[in-house]
Structures are given as structure tokens and as C-alpha cells.
């Protein structure tokens, strides 16, 4: 058996204690998988007194990250900290100081990929990063790896498991966003400040991070178009359900003629489709390759354990020599590597939900259906409940369009909302079909 | 860029022209993401002058294997022609002249993979199988590669999609399976004769191989109990749908108490599961890992381009060198490999669907319940609905059982059997919960 593969953690929060835990328990398992020892030699904190929840032998402990870069037996850094800052420098100087990375850092890499693959490239290292994206979810090995042999031409994902527990107690149990978002904190599913996973920031990084892979784009995340769930009211869940829909907050990247098309939006999603049946904290990625067709990839998209199972999988390539095959050949975020460009979002061609609260008034409708018919734009389906008797206030229209350009759309709804019969802003989502 | 790959493939029908198609018409993008070019050399057919789906050049098609295996720039063999006669001596012959082998023949490598993989291990070369099991599905890289840090604990799989697609005709269209089956056959979905897709053997073979990997159990097909769907009637995909479930041909693996236990079953899944969304042809597979959770992975099981894609990943693989190192560190089908031992059907806990045809006559109900309570098994809900007014006839009798030893549940059925009440053989399913 070859030598040990020496480990070093930078970090030991949750993520960190899962890989740690994970290495120290397993390691016979670990090491048959590997054809050799996965030893962790180091574990860099800030603090070597904090209670975790896996206990260390306090030799491995350090608070200094030069212990770890100045070991000869440590050939992979493992950045599981965070943060785009210290994280950034942690990750160079492990790369300069000839260690391989592995990171679940997917800020990072959504920001910094570029220079950071520069600087192992310059230093003949590898850097991993399964953990990534999707949490458990071997999506990168299948992106880069197993469906090689494809074109992707589409991706569509649930990446953020808090939006997509909130989204699934709102439509299963119709109460509202706010009442949702309690729920997923008191169960531990939202942050206390969940701010950056339900306003689609969190999909957005993780998006990036695959359409560099699939379409060789450098988007940065927040040149990502991106709406969140905050705004979503359950009057449109249902109306969403009536007419055989979910909506899902998924990031979106597909090719459309000789571009990139990519967003993270609420969609309506049929509720025959995969996506539509993911439920709870799950994530989903779903591939369209030109040779294979439709894929599916689902499971846990966060939590201890699942993220430490990318973590480790990462090593045992790295120990195996999978891992650095396929960052020689992937040429991720360089020149070489660069595919398609970014197609801008106006461009984008999609049907469109559209929800009006309307004044029950001789004409509005067909102030509504001129403005859109101006713009080119034709009505698959129309709604319009009737008002509630002696009930003299706005009643909500919907409409369901065919094919549009995005930009056309919301040239359309800027008319419409300036309509006197118009009581409210209106509320629209693109429709996949 | 390093030398070319050279491939020849044996056998062209469905799935060798796709690759075939492939490895032609796309050649600068294989040879991109292999770091080198994928180059056909040879085709060996039985017949050069057959009509094919692809256009080949004249000049590398040939009837004689010998060309391949002689041309010292060929690496890799595919063997594409099916059977385990032939087929196995294409590759022992390749392994024996220093060929790399990708193989999409389950049949094969369930029957004989302890042979060929101890072939190649003596000729220090490497045995690909990706599309062998689930088609375009990468299930393969999944168990051996990314979610190596992880005992699988279970596996349920959909693993044929003809009777996949006769399940979903027969639940959503109440259909019976015959006229389920002369639709499949009408749109080639499945075979004139359709017999080892639907008696489950096709599915055993799969999870074979499956097992494998992720248990290192060494189960021949014959070995792997399996019920068909030939016999599923209307009338349990009904009560099944009644009670919350869907039935699907299952093909699974798991963990119990230190052994493996594996069947091919029509099961009740409930209808919130995954596995019950999956429609039509697809396949897919759930996978329970101990680390990660759970886990899903979906696709088209069959078809010539979703075959190809997996063939040709594999030809990537061994061209970056992916592949050599996965086989090194696998160890399947060898001693060391080995793993649990496999539980005996008789053992295995289950809940079950017991449909029973009963006259409706005084005590019937209790010699059933008593024949039950007489193995230990414990009734979880019981369903008779009211005979028709009038009618003297057999009524059916629903019961759902708590968990209970397969072996149990059978002695007790063969009781129930007997009874005078019961008008035909009990119908059971197991359930899965």
C-alpha cells in the first residue's frame, strides 16, 4: 500500500467536524476505498478550546495554519472555514506551498474561481470541490466526469434547501412565507438571518460554479439575474396548483442560440416533472445532455454529514489519482477552457404567469390583452374569478402566455401596471415547459 | 496532446452505432475533454454489408476480430455484441492481448464477471462497464467513485423500463397489462418477446452488478429471487392506489442484520416517494448511504444515444486514466473484495398487501386473521368492502401487514390458501416504508 495521503482541516465548524469525524472513525473503510491511509494530521482552529461536536485528540490541534503548510507529510488543505477573505488567502498559499485544496467553498470559487485555479495550475496542484454544490449531491463528478461525453444544454436546479422547505410547507400546507420561514428556523433549516438563501444569492454562487463547468461561462454571481421567495404569496401557490403547477426557486442555465441563458427565479415547474416532487430540504439538479437527454441527481443539499461525504469522496480522489486526471483536462475558469458567452437576460425566451388584480370595470380586460398584444405577446389561457357578490373590489385576472422575449414581457407589464383599473403591482413568474 | 486513443468496437447494432455516431460526428469535443483523441480504428460485424443506422467508412469495418486485436494502436476493445458465449471469449481474448475492455453486457458480467475481472487483473489491464446497468444513468461512478467515503446501507431501483412503462400505463390509465404490454410493444418501448424484461431477469442481472460494487456480494442472477409483473392485476394497482401507493418492479439491496438481502419484486411504494414519480421508461436508482443519506439518481435506462454517452465516458476515462485507477482500487469481483454474505429471502423483514378473494360467510374473516396471528404477524389495517347487493360471489379482502419475516408470512398465506372461504390464491406485494 502506498503512502498515507496526509490531511490537514482549516476550520472546524460544522462541515469540519463532519470531515473530521468522518476520517477518524472510518479509517479502515477509508483507506480500502483509497488503496491508502487518509491521515489527518491537522486540524487549524481559531480557538483550540471551543466545544465541537467531534472530539479531537488535542495533538492534532492548532491555531497556527503555518504548522499545517510546513508539514512535509500534509498533501492536501482542506478549506472548510468559509468566508471569501481569509479563505482566499488560506487556499493561495496552500496552492504556493505545493498542497493539493479541497473546498466546500462555493462563495469562493463563484468569485475567485479564476485566480484560484490560476494559482494551481502555476503550482501543478489540484483543487476539489464536490462539496461544493448540492451539498451530498455528486453533481460535479457527474457534470466533469460522467456524462463527459455530452453537450449540457440545460441545468435546472434546486440548490438552496431553505427555500425549497419553505416553498414546500407553503404549497403542501398553504400557509404563508412568513409563518414558513418561522417554521424552518425553529427546525433548524434557515439561519437566523436567512437573507442570502432565500434571495437566491446562495443558488446563484452555486450556479455559477456549474455553468463555469457545463458551458466554460465566467458569470460572476451578481452579474446573475436572480429573484428570491421573499415576495411569493399564497394566493398564487394556488393558482399555481389549479392549473397543475409548483413553483420552485430554481437556478436556470441552458443554451439558447449560441448563448448562455442563466437566472435563479421562482419558476412554475408542472407538477408531473421531477423537480416538481422534490420536497423539503432536498436539493435537485436536473441535466439535459445532447447525447444522454434528461438526468436527474437528488439528495441531501447540506447538514454534517452529507457535506463531509463530498469532502472525503474529494480525497479518496485525490488519494487515488482521479482528481488530478480530471483538473488537467476540465481547463476549469481558464483561458483555455472558456465556451459560451452570456446571453442577456431581455433576450431570454420563456412563457410567463402573470396575476393582475383588476377592477371589475368595463374595458380593463382589454387594456390588458392590447398592452401585451402590442409588445407581441399571445395569451395561452386567461382566468378571471368572479367577484365575490356585492363585492366591488379588485378580483385577481391570470394569465398564462405562450413564448415571449423576457424583455418584452416586462416592457408589456410596465403598461399594464400603469393602468387605472390595475390596483396592485402585478406578480409574474416564467413558466417551464 | 498526448497519442490518440484507438478504439474498436465489436458488434454495430443499436447501442455500437450510437457510439460509433458518436465517436465520428464529435470528435474534436471527445478528444477536448479526454485530453486526447478518441479514435475508431475498427468496427468487427458479422455482416459489413448490413444496412446500419450510422455511416461508416468501408475501410475500418471488418468481419475479423484478429484485425483489432493485432492492431497495436488499438487500446480498447468494446465488446457491443450482447450474449455471454461469444461476448465472453471477445473479452478474454482482448484482455489477453493487453486491450482495456468496455463492455455495456450485463448479462455477461453478472454470469462471468469473477472470470473476466480476474482476467483483467492478470493482464494488468481495465474492465469498464458504465452502461452495463441503468443506461445513460452514471450509477456506476456513483457507487465505485462518489460516494466512496460511504457504506451503501440500501439500494431500490427502477431498472427495467419496459415494465416500468407497462406500470405506469396500467396506475394511470387503469389498464390491464395486457393491453399495457401491446402498447409498449407497438411503440418499442418493448420487445416482441418481451420475457426477461418483465419476468425481473433483466433487473437481476443489474443488481447484481450493483451488488457488487456496493456490498462486495458475489449473487448470480439465478440466485436473485424475482417476481415478474406478468401477473399484476388491475385490481391491486387499484387498492393500491387507494391506500397511497404505487406498485413498482423494485429491484433492491440492503443491509440486514450483518448480510445483504436482494429480490426483484413488484413493490408498494408509497406515492410521496421518489422512486413512485419516476414514469415511464426511465430508470432510477435510490441509494442509502450512511454517510450522505439518501440519494437519487435518474435517467434513460436504455436507447441508443443514452448508452452510447455512458460507453463513451468510459473511453474518456481510460483515455485520462481515470478509469485504470478506479479498477486498481475496486477490487470487484476478487477475494479481497469480497463482503457481506447474502441473507436468505426466508429471513428478510418486509411489511406486505395481502389481497385475498373470500365468500362472504360467517367466521372467514377469523380463520384468516388467525392464520396470521399463528406466525406472529400482526394485522396494520384490513379493508372488506361490501359485496354488491345480490351477488353471492367472492368479495376481496385488503390487509396490511406490520413488519414480518418473509418466511413467516409465506407459511402463513399457504394456510390461508387452504381455507374454504378463499375463492382464488392470495395476491401479496411487499411494502416498502
Redesign the interface.
Known amino acids: 500500500m502506498a503512502d498515507a495521503l496526509g490531511i490537514a482541516l482549516v476550520g472546524c465548524g460544522t462541515v469540519g467536524a463532519g470531515v473530521a469525524k468522518?476520517l477518524l472513525s472510518?479509517s479502515a473503510?477509508?483507506a480500502?476505498?483509497?488503496?491508502r491511509s487518509l491521515e489527518l494530521r491537522h486540524v487549524v482552529v481559531q480557538d483550540q478550546h471551543k466545544l465541537r461536536p467531534v472530539e479531537l485528540p488535542s495533538s492534532i490541534l492548532t491555531k497556527d495554519l503555518n504548522v499545517a503548510l510546513h508539514d512535509p507529510h500534509v498533501h492536501v488543505i482542506c478549506e472548510l472555514m468559509g468566508g471569501t477573505t481569509t479563505a482566499k488567502q488560506v487556499v493561495l498559499e496552500s496552492l504556493a506551498r505545493g498542497k493539493h485544496v479541497v473546498t466546500a467553498n462555493k462563495a469562493l470559487l463563484a468569485d475567485a474561481g479564476h485566480e484560484i485555479f490560476e494559482a494551481a495550475r502555476i503550482a501543478d496542484r489540484t483543487v476539489c470541490f464536490?462539496a461544493a454544490v448540492a451539498g451530498?449531491?455528486?453533481i460535479i463528478?457527474?457534470l466533469a466526469?460522467?456524462?463527459?461525453?455530452?453537450?449540457i444544454t440545460s441545468i435546472q436546479a434546486i440548490l438552496n434547501g431553505t427555500s425549497n422547505f419553505i416553498l414546500t410547507a407553503m404549497a403542501e400546507r398553504g400557509i404563508r412565507y412568513s409563518q414558513a420561514l418561522a417554521e424552518a428556523q425553529q427546525l433548524g433549516f434557515a439561519e437566523a438571518d436567512p437573507t442570502l438563501d432565500v434571495d437566491g444569492s446562495d443558488a446563484a454562487h452555486k450556479l455559477a460554479i456549474l455553468a463555469q463547468i457545463a458551458f466554460g461561462v465566467t458569470a460572476k454571481p451578481h452579474e446573475i439575474e436572480r429573484v428570491g421567495i421573499e415576495q411569493i404569496e399564497a394566493i398564487d401557490i394556488r393558482f399555481a396548483t389549479e392549473l397543475g403547477y409548483t413553483i420552485k426557486l430554481l437556478a436556470e442555465a441552458w443554451v439558447a442560440g449560441g448563448h448562455v441563458a442563466l437566472h435563479v427565479a421562482p419558476v412554475m415547474v408542472r407538477k408531473?416533472d421531477?423537480l416538481a416532487?422534490?420536497?423539503g430540504s432536498f436539493n435537485?439538479i436536473q441535466l439535459v445532455?445532447d447525447?444522454?437527454?434528461?438526468?436527474?441527481?437528488?439528495?441531501?443539499g447540506a447538514?454534517m454529514?452529507?457535506t463531509?461525504?463530498?469532502v472525503?469522496?474529494d480525497l479518496?480522489?485525490l488519494a487515488?489519482?482521479?482528481a488530478q486526471?480530471?483538473f488537467?483536462?476540465a481547463k476549469l475558469w481558464s483561458k483555455e477552457g472558456r465556451g459560451f458567452s452570456v446571453e442577456p437576460s431581455e433576450k431570454v425566451r420563456s412563457r410567463f404567469y402573470l396575476r393582475l388584480m383588476v377592477m371589475d370595470q368595463p374595458g380593463s380586460l382589454a387594456d390588458v390583452c392590447r398592452a401585451l398584444a402590442e409588445q407581441g405577446i399571445s395569451i395561452s389561457s386567461l382566468v378571471q374569478h368572479e367577484a365575490p357578490e356585492g363585492n366591488s373590489q379588485a378580483v385577481p385576472l391570470v394569465i398564462m402566455t405562450h413564448y415571449a422575449e423576457t424583455g418584452k414581457f416586462r416592457a408589456a407589464v410596465k403598461v399594464i401596471d400603469r393602468l387605472p383599473a390595475i390596483q396592485q403591482p402585478a406578480v409574474s413568474y416564467s413558466v417551464d415547459d
Open positions: 468522518l472510518e473503510r477509508l480500502q476505498r483509497a488503496g464536490e451530498g449531491v455528486p463528478r457527474a466526469e460522467s456524462l463527459s461525453a455530452n453537450q408531473t421531477m416532487q422534490v420536497r435537485a445532455g447525447v444522454v437527454g434528461e438526468t436527474l441527481f437528488q439528495g441531501p447538514g454529514m452529507p463531509a461525504s463530498s472525503v469522496a479518496i480522489d487515488v489519482g482521479r486526471r480530471t488537467d483536462v
